[in-house]
């Protein structure tokens, strides 16, 4: 009877679920939106074992990927800023009870830096850092082939470095953030400001005038069409990523710097701004020595490492 | 009969040389200046070898602490901007064909992180991080009671995080780094770009108007004795040093930020600048878990950590 695993990425509008084998093969999938309490995350659980009886192999760990501040020791997510229902909320325990599973939670963008370390870029990669660019910026350091905590397990708040003195106000409380200027949320304000300065732009027209409609997606595509104003609006984005990955270069020399979420898929737009942005401000040596690059798994790192951490839990492999 | 070790602090003015004991006291020391040749380091290694003939004891090893990049696996000095004869130099192999005794050679800032970790600040802390505040800046992480080093052995490299876009120059090639804007030579030129702006300050009639005479102890006293120029150049390095320790606090969330180098000394003026400013851009509960302290074993950091090295690998003991 082979073994299978239950990965879960629990974002803050959607809940991806996969089953995956010990080979890391993802067998079985299913994803529903995130809802307002526990319910949709039991539903997704529920529907992977259902479709797990149709064959023959047992599922001997559930892994869980949370955004927020995770007690992964205790099994308790503190706080998540999308998910209110889970400030401090006993996860692994009342999912243990409802399945009878081993469960094990982390936060989502560690869930991702051990997705990509066992399947994706950083696979044999001793030292590296894995950042996610989305709604929000987060990131996971790896060092010597284990995700490196800190002493309050806050390592990684890459997002909240701040890069202008009394810049725009972050979800932290704090204000010029790098997430508060280069997150997607960020891109689109300043997509909102640029209309409202009555910028040139075709991004209005293409909406019928109804900005409640813009979103990142749409942002790319104009962007990718040659619209000047979401053009500006990514590179402004991926300049501050640029700067923000010099100082991940000079403080710890990593060989690889992994970049996953949403907008890591504007590859050809980002990157390039992004790399040569990181050179300017990056000794030359470990620039030289740092390949900056798309995450392997693209934007499923997060719940194939989910499944990857239940898998390592159940051999007893300490991460 | 006791076992010694020589340590060897090789900065760009002086040279520290000690011979510390199993138990990590000092048992003899010799200094001397550098000189343009390795003529002097000689003279220091020679002095300690002649001394401790005296005593009944063994010399077990010597450790080199050297500014600069330095590949301590092979035992080459890569460059060392203030010591331009040891390019490319073969330093352990020729101290130990001079000497017949084990020679182990590092980055200064890595043996002074050493050094505190053994009988200093970092003593019991698992993570942590060493920074000399001097005529440069430099860094070393600890992680998991080792030094971490990355990918090209230039983890660390602090005091080359941009702070400016197109600040001042920096003896790396860049410009704006953190080093350009608020080292010991930093704060002189900002003294002397001070007094050619004819602000107000008691410092040009203290040294009767010869400015060469102007260095970072006189700027000290004066900033003590409350002139105004010399404080605010000081309180203005401590803002750049608090900001970047918000860097890293947010991405390594240490225990300790352990500061030594000269300007470690002017405790009273820069510590409160540096830790409110640290404050202000760092997240809360990593700042709160972090104590930013001064180097427990002051200016002697690098050249104990070197003779710790020495002691290390003599015991076989990696680090």
Known sequence: ??????????????????????????????????????????????????????????????GVGCAGLIDHKNGITIESANLPF????????????????????DNDVKMGAIGEMFYGEGKGVKDFVFLTLGTGIGGAIIINGKVYRGITNHAGEIGHINLQTAGPDCGCGKKGCYESLASGSAILKYILYGIKMKRDTMILEKVKGDISKINTSLIVEMAENGDRLCLEALTESARYTGKVLSYLINILNPEKIIIGGGLSEVENILFPVIRETA??????????????????????????????IALLQYKGIEI
Chains 1, 2 share one sequence.
């Open 1 to 62: 009877m082979g073994e299978v695993y239950i990965g879960i990425d629990l974002g803050g509008t959607k809940i991806k679920g996969i089953l995956m084998n010990e080979d890391g093969l993802i067998v079985n999938q299913y994803s529903t939106s995130t809802g307002n309490n526990l319910d949709n995350l039991f539903e997704v659980i529920e529907k992977l074992i259902q479709e797990n009886k149709a064959m023959s192999s047992r599922i001997c760990g559930i």
């Open 279 to 308: 050179q300017l401000y990056s000794l030359v040596v470990p620039f030289q020595n740092c390949l900056i690059i798309k995450a392997g798994l693209g934007t499923e790192s997060g719940v194939i490492g989910a499944a990857q």
């Open 86 to 105: 889970l400030k401090r909320f006993p996860l692994r325990y009342t999912l243990y009870k409802f399945t009878g599973i081993e469960t094990t939670i």
